[in-house]
């Protein structure tokens, strides 16, 4: 395609439910962000993966979130056991090249937890 | 960690008048990105720096580097309804892109 594609644009779930967030990026970039953006609130970096390095997870909030990549391909973000704070839209961003060049971000998933 | 700070958090403007953000870091940086949100919207990029002392101006919007590499900045003159929304500063020192927390510019008519 020709932009970042992120699935589903909007997801409800319930408390306690496990959701998987999903993202293509644009094809031939290396690199792919995740990003969470509370309602008002700057972009809070999550994970971060460039080819087949070991990815940086470092802003992954708790066990409760994980993410993978395969190759340089599509991206999934797992949020278990989902609580109300994790309410937020979830960017997915991909570049060419790690953290030198211009970031294409997807539409976002809006999450709900009710 | 690598931090950007970014002020001010809001601003809100008579159209006509002019804007500034500024994005602030500690540590020296590899470079600047600028990225402006509309509500509603994802963030899309405008610009980004490398040089030290560097300035690019597009159309309207003027953004320099610091000589340090240690600040940026992003002014807009004569701001239209247009220019409304959040303008985020980023930086890719370690790899992975890192946001300031935005300022949100409201423009009256």
């Known amino acids: 395609g020709a932009g970042v594609s992120q699935s589903p644009s909007n997801k409800v779930t319930e408390k306690g439910k496990d959701v998987e967030l999903r993202c293509d990026p644009i094809?031939?970039?290396?690199?792919l962000y995740w990003y969470r953006q509370r309602l008002g609130q700057g972009l809070e970096f999550l994970i971060y993966?460039?080819?087949?390095?070991?990815?940086?997870k470092s802003g992954l909030p708790s066990d409760r979130f994980s993410a993978e990549r395969t190759g340089e391909s599509v991206s999934t973000l797992t949020i278990q056991r989902t609580q109300q704070e994790d309410s937020a839209v979830y960017l997915c961003a991909s570049s060419r090249l790690k953290g030198s060049t211009e970031a294409f971000f997807g539409q976002g998933t809006r999450l709900t937890v009710v | 960690g690598q931090q950007v700070m970014q002020i001010p958090q809001y601003q809100h403007v008579q159209e006509g008048e002019d804007f500034t953000t500024y994005c602030n870091s500690s540590t020296t940086l590899s470079n600047i990105q600028w990225y402006k949100q509309r509500p509603g919207g994802h963030p899309v990029f405008l610009i980004q720096?490398?040089?030290?002392?560097e300035v690019k101006k597009q159309k309207r919007l003027t953004f320099q580097f610091g000589e340090a590499k240690k600040n940026s900045s992003l002014h807009i003159t004569a701001t239209q309804t247009t220019d409304v929304g959040t303008y985020f500063c980023?930086?890719?020192?370690?790899?992975?892109?890192?946001f300031g927390q935005g300022t949100t510019l409201q423009v009256k008519p």
């Open positions: 094809s031939g970039h290396t690199a």
């Open positions: 993966f460039q080819g087949n390095s070991a990815p940086d």
């Open positions: 980023a930086s890719g020192n370690t790899g992975k892109l890192i």
């Open positions: 720096l490398v040089k030290s002392g």
